[in-house]
């Protein structure tokens, strides 16, 4: 069955960074575009980044362009987030989704910014 499995998050001070993994099986990964989003406590889930099947499209958000950086590696079948210049306002529950064609969501992993 279709599986995404995030890790990476934790604990990191303002202007630290982090590296989130999500690890994909159960699909053809490859043909899949694939997207980050963030849940911030008490607020609606929104869209960080997307990459397409080949990783040629690539999008942000406003809010984390220049500081994040979406990258997939098909031979593993993973996609990561490089975050870098972290700031408290990007402390969320992160989440992996692979949305086309085949649409799933991984289960997440917290990040939190904090001093």
């Known amino acids: 069955q279709v599986q995404l499995v995030e890790s990476g998050g934790g604990l990191v001070q303002p202007g630290g960074s982090l590296t989130l993994s999500c690890a994909a099986s159960?699909?053809?990964?490859?043909?899949?575009?694939m997207r980050w989003y963030r849940q911030p406590p008490g607020k609606e889930r929104d869209l960080v980044a997307s990459?397409?099947?080949?990783?040629?499209?690539?999008n942000y958000a406003a809010s984390v362009k220049g500081r994040f950086t979406i990258s997939r590696d098909n031979a593993k079948n993973t996609v990561y987030l490089q975050m870098n210049s972290l700031k408290p306002e990007d402390t969320a529950l992160y989440y992996c989704?692979?949305?086309?064609?085949?649409?799933?969501w991984g289960q997440g992993t917290q990040v939190t910014v904090s001093s």
């Open positions: 989704r692979a949305y086309y064609p085949i649409d799933y």
């Open positions: 159960g699909f053809t990964f490859s043909r899949n575009g």
């Open positions: 990459i397409s099947s080949a990783g040629d499209i690539i």
